[in-house]
């Protein structure tokens, strides 16, 4: 499966972003679809998870704030970002998992910008 994060730009703080994910094969019995994102000079980290049950869970970063979401019949997974702030400023990579961490390779992300 091949992963491909798009939908990032600009955007001032306090607005908001719609992330989209397209896979290129089935994702339905993929068990998690996550949501990363890597800072300059920092470390990737995961920002949102949802199982193939729908089940969420969120980084504390970024809880009440982000929504994600998945559209198996589609392929999709999406990452609502409300209420940006400065420190979401990130390249959003997408990813599933299967129980042992970050499953495929890398892509070329997405980046996000939030001004202040």
């Known amino acids: 499966v091949q992963l491909q994060a798009f939908g990032g730009g600009l955007v001032q703080a306090g607005g908001s972003l719609r992330l989209s994910c397209a896979a290129s094969?089935?994702?339905?019995?993929?068990?998690?679809m996550g949501w990363y994102r890597q800072a300059p000079g920092k470390q990737r980290e995961l920002v949102a998870q949802?199982?193939?049950?729908?089940?969420?869970n969120y980084a504390d970063s970024v809880k009440g704030r982000f929504t994600i979401s998945r559209d198996n019949a589609k392929n999709m997974v999406y990452l609502q970002m409300n209420s940006l702030k400065p420190e979401d400023t990130a390249v959003y990579y997408c990813?599933?998992?299967?129980?042992?961490?970050?499953?495929?390779?890398w892509g070329q992300g997405t980046q996000v910008t939030v001004s202040s």
């Open positions: 990813n599933a998992n299967y129980g042992m961490g970050p499953r495929y390779p």
């Open positions: 949802i199982t193939s049950g729908g089940y969420t």
């Open positions: 094969g089935n994702i339905a019995s993929i068990p998690i």
